[in-house]
Each structure stands twice: as structure tokens, then as C-alpha cells.
């Protein structure tokens, strides 16, 4: 036969008296083959019965003929069925996973906050074995130090405070069998793993809304609406109905852009809200610098009026 000669199926019984030869012959000779899994069993059928010798693997480096590879024995079988369902198992190995770690606090630490509020933190560590030994034990890191317990007291700073879980564990044990039968013991050994950081942090506060009197101190503006500078840069002061005076605090680091008056066919009134400085305190009664920026008119309005406020 000629390389990449395509054999007719009709021909193999006459050329090779079994399937065994036929591999072995295919193999030799790198010959390109069109048999179907029709044909195949065709051959199997005119070989049932029949003794299916042993026979050493040749093929190239790197492939397989099923669960054996270049220079493995097939042993032999009673039928050539038998033999084919031994040749077409495939070991896939086994692998081991190696634990998770993860922390959750309460309160949660995705709750915006203002900044200097006072917290106390209970942390837990959560521990997914996996494959692993049980849990030995757990401490806490508060930004990168070693916390003496599974709690913290803080005042929220602009900067924040990162916290993480260390989890040891044992050795895993044990193992893990394939289809063929083959085992594969526990690979993990005894360690640590790290959660992921949560991190606690305050948001400076802006105050804004309609009063009476203009606010002098910081009293008198921390009782308006309050919403931090997390929360987005654009937002509705209601004027309401009673009131003459709308005013806005914001800290130094934010800065007035615009003010619409969407009840009053969008007209732009940023300049009439005139602009002064004011020392708020924060949560903790610690001082920030701003402005107070405020608008007067001399009646209240007949309906309530949505100033939209852009800020940066």
C-alpha cells in the first residue's frame, strides 16, 4: 500500500485477518482511512468470537490510542469488543482545588457613611474548603496589622480603612479516583489564604434646602437635607410653598456649577445664589471649610419649584 492510500472496508478482512492488524497496519503505513462507525462495527461483528491478541502501541510521540500511549502493551481480550471498549477509555487526572477565603462585616462596609461617623465592626470570616483540610484558624488585618479579635471601633476618614481575613488550614486528605481506576492522592497541603479587602470610608456631607433664616453656623445648616458627595453630582432642592430662602452647603473640595429652575421653563438662576464662606462640622464635630451659597426672593412661591443643582 501506498502512504495516504485510502482502504476500502470491504478489503480489510482479506488484507488484514483483524482489527488489531488493521490498527497496527494504519498506524505503519500513515494511511489516511474513511471508515464509519457502521463499518466499524461491521468488522467487529466478523471478528466476534474470535481472540483478540495483545499488541504493542506504535505511534507518534505526544498522541494516543485511548488510554495508551507510544510503547504501551494492549492486552489481550477473549473478543475484539472487549478489546476496543478497553482501547477507547481515556485517563483524565484528577485535580485538587485549593481553598477560598472572604470576610463580611456588619455593618457592611458598602454602606456610605458620612465622614467621622463613629462605627463599631464585628468582622467573619468565611472559609471554602474545597479540597483543603478543615479551617484551623482565623485572624483579622486591619490595613496590613494584625487586629487582636474579630472586632474594630474607628472614626470614618476620607482615606479609609482596609481589612482582610487569614484563614490557616489543614492538609487535605484523602483521594480522588478516575474512570479507569486510577488514584490520585490529595495534593493540597496545610496553609493560609487571604480574602479579598473591604474597605470602611466617609464621604464628606453637602446640605442644601428652604429655611426661614439664613443658616450662621453649623448647627443650623447640618438640620437641612443631607446627602454625601458620593452620591452623584446633580440633585433637586424643592423650594416648597412657605418658605423664602434656599440656600446650599457644599466643602471646599466641591464647586457650584449650575442651577435650573425646572418650573420656570428651565431658566438658568446659578447667580442668584450668592456665595459665602462657612466652617461645617462633620459627623465627628471635626471642622470643614466651605461655602454657603444662598437665594433669596421676597415671597414665597405659589408652587413648589425644583431647583436642579449641578455641582463638581
Same mark, same amino acid.
Given at each position: 500500500?501506498?502512504?495516504?492510500?485510502?482502504?476500502?472496508?470491504?478489503e480489510?478482512?482479506?488484507?488484514?485477518?483483524?482489527?488489531?492488524?488493521f490498527?497496527?497496519?494504519?498506524?505503519?503505513?500513515g494511511?489516511?482511512?474513511?471508515?464509519?462507525i457502521?463499518?466499524?462495527?461491521?468488522?467487529?461483528?466478523?471478528?466476534?468470537?474470535?481472540?483478540?491478541?495483545s499488541?504493542?502501541?506504535s505511534?507518534?510521540?505526544?498522541?494516543?490510542l485511548?488510554?495508551?500511549k507510544?510503547?504501551?502493551?494492549v492486552?489481550?481480550?477473549?473478543?475484539?469488543?472487549?478489546?476496543?471498549k478497553?482501547?477507547?477509555?481515556i485517563?483524565?487526572p484528577?485535580?485538587?482545588?485549593?481553598?477560598?477565603?472572604?470576610?463580611t462585616?456588619?455593618?457592611?462596609?458598602? #454602606?456610605?457613611?458620612?465622614?467621622?461617623? !463613629?462605627? /463599631?465592626i =464585628?468582622?467573619?470570616?468565611? +472559609?471554602?474548603?474545597?479540597?483543603? *483540610? @478543615?479551617?484551623t484558624?482565623?485572624?483579622?488585618?486591619k490595613?496590613?496589622?494584625?487586629?487582636?479579635?474579630?472586632?474594630?471601633?474607628?472614626?470614618?476618614?476620607? #482615606?479609609?480603612?482596609d481589612?482582610?481575613? !487569614?484563614? /490557616?488550614? =489543614?492538609a487535605?486528605?484523602? +483521594?480522588?479516583t478516575?474512570?479507569? *481506576? @486510577?488514584?490520585?492522592?490529595n495534593?493540597?497541603?496545610?496553609?493560609?489564604v487571604?480574602?479579598?479587602?473591604?474597605?470602611?470610608?466617609?464621604?464628606?456631607?453637602?446640605?442644601?434646602?428652604?429655611?426661614?433664616s439664613?443658616?450662621?453656623?453649623?448647627?443650623?445648616?447640618?438640620?437641612l437635607?443631607?446627602r454625601?458627595t @458620593?452620591?452623584?453630582?446633580?440633585?433637586?432642592?424643592?423650594?416648597?410653598t412657605?418658605?423664602?430662602?434656599?440656600?446650599?452647603?457644599?466643602?471646599?473640595?466641591?464647586?457650584?456649577?449650575?442651577?435650573i429652575?425646572l418650573d420656570?421653563?428651565?431658566a438658568?438662576?446659578t447667580?442668584?445664589?450668592?456665595?459665602?464662606?462657612?466652617v461645617?462640622?462633620?459627623?465627628?464635630?471635626t471642622?470643614?471649610?466651605?461655602?454657603?451659597?444662598?437665594m433669596q426672593?421676597?415671597?414665597?412661591?405659589?408652587?413648589?419649584?425644583?431647583?436642579?443643582?449641578?455641582?463638581?
Amino acid at each position: 500500500m501506498e502512504p495516504n492510500e485510502q482502504i476500502k472496508i470491504s478489503e480489510i478482512p482479506s488484507q488484514l485477518p483483524n482489527l488489531t492488524d488493521f490498527i497496527a497496519k494504519a498506524n505503519d503505513d500513515g494511511l489516511a482511512t474513511k471508515t464509519t462507525i457502521e463499518e466499524i462495527v461491521k468488522i467487529i461483528q466478523q471478528n466476534t468470537g474470535s481472540l483478540a491478541p495483545s499488541f504493542v502501541v506504535s505511534i507518534p510521540e505526544g498522541q494516543s490510542l485511548g488510554k495508551y500511549k507510544n510503547g504501551d502493551t494492549v492486552p489481550e481480550f477473549a473478543t475484539v469488543q472487549e478489546q476496543l471498549k478497553d482501547i477507547g477509555q481515556i485517563a483524565i487526572p484528577q485535580t485538587f482545588t485549593e481553598p477560598l477565603a472572604d470576610i463580611t462585616s456588619t455593618p457592611n462596609s458598602l #454602606d456610605s457613611l458620612e465622614l467621622g461617623t !463613629s462605627l /463599631s465592626i =464585628d468582622f467573619r470570616g468565611v +472559609f471554602i474548603q474545597n479540597d483543603a *483540610g @478543615n479551617a484551623t484558624g482565623t485572624i483579622y488585618l486591619k490595613d496590613g496589622l494584625e487586629l487582636p479579635s474579630n472586632t474594630d471601633i474607628i472614626k470614618l476618614t476620607g #482615606d479609609g480603612f482596609d481589612y482582610r481575613a !487569614s484563614i /490557616s488550614y =489543614d492538609a487535605g486528605t484523602g +483521594f480522588k479516583t478516575d474512570a479507569l *481506576g @486510577n488514584i490520585y492522592p490529595n495534593t493540597i497541603q496545610s496553609g493560609t489564604v487571604e480574602s479579598g479587602i473591604i474597605t470602611f470610608k466617609g464621604y464628606e456631607a453637602i446640605f442644601f434646602g428652604s429655611v426661614s433664616s439664613k443658616p450662621t453656623s453649623s448647627i443650623a445648616v447640618r438640620v437641612l437635607d443631607k446627602r454625601l458627595t @458620593n452620591s452623584g453630582n446633580t440633585f433637586i432642592l424643592n423650594t416648597g410653598t412657605t418658605e423664602t430662602i434656599f440656600c446650599l452647603w457644599l466643602p471646599d473640595s466641591k464647586t457650584l456649577v449650575s442651577v435650573i429652575d425646572l418650573d420656570a421653563l428651565n431658566a438658568e438662576i446659578t447667580s442668584g445664589y450668592i456665595i459665602e464662606p462657612l466652617v461645617v462640622n462633620d459627623a465627628n464635630n471635626t471642622p470643614i471649610s466651605g461655602n454657603l451659597y444662598t437665594m433669596q426672593q421676597g415671597v414665597p412661591y405659589d408652587v413648589n419649584h425644583r431647583h436642579q443643582i449641578t455641582i463638581s
